[in-house]
């Protein structure tokens, strides 16, 4: 198990570095503007880290653009592991 300072240390510098897209997408959902649901970025669930939650409406968001490029199976993995924790 990761140490949780490590965790969010590295959850921050996700934040901090996000993409364009990530950017211009975060205005939509946060500050709850989307029917009043909670919405976290780069929020840690086990392994992976989900770029947007809400963990209320158990709905993820993933923005994977070019730097996922070559990485379909690690994708995949990721998809298949938080579908199964619901």
Same mark, same amino acid.
Request: net charge negative; charged share 35%.
């Given at each position: 198990?990761? %140490?949780? #300072?490590?965790?969010? &240390?590295?959850?921050?510098? @996700?934040?901090? $570095?996000?993409?364009? !897209?990530?950017? =211009? @997408?975060?205005?939509?959902?946060?500050?709850?503007?989307?029917? $009043?649901?909670?919405?976290? =970025?780069?929020?840690? *669930?086990?392994? /992976?880290?989900? +770029?947007?939650?809400?963990?209320? !409406?158990? @709905? *993820? #968001?993933?923005? +994977?653009? %070019?730097?996922?490029?070559?990485? &379909? !199976? /690690?994708? &995949?993995?990721?998809?298949? /592991?938080?579908? +199964?924790?619901?």
């Amino acid at each position: 198990m990761p %140490d949780p #300072v490590d965790e969010l &240390e590295f959850a921050r510098q @996700l934040r901090e $570095g996000q993409t364009f !897209a990530e950017a =211009r @997408l975060w205005e939509r959902p946060r500050a709850r503007r989307m029917g $009043g649901h909670k919405f976290r =970025r780069q929020r840690s *669930i086990g392994p /992976y880290f989900a +770029d947007f939650c809400c963990l209320e !409406a158990k @709905l *993820i #968001v993933q923005l +994977d653009g %070019d730097s996922h490029l070559g990485r &379909e !199976a /690690y994708d &995949e993995a990721r998809t298949d /592991y938080l579908r +199964d924790q619901g």
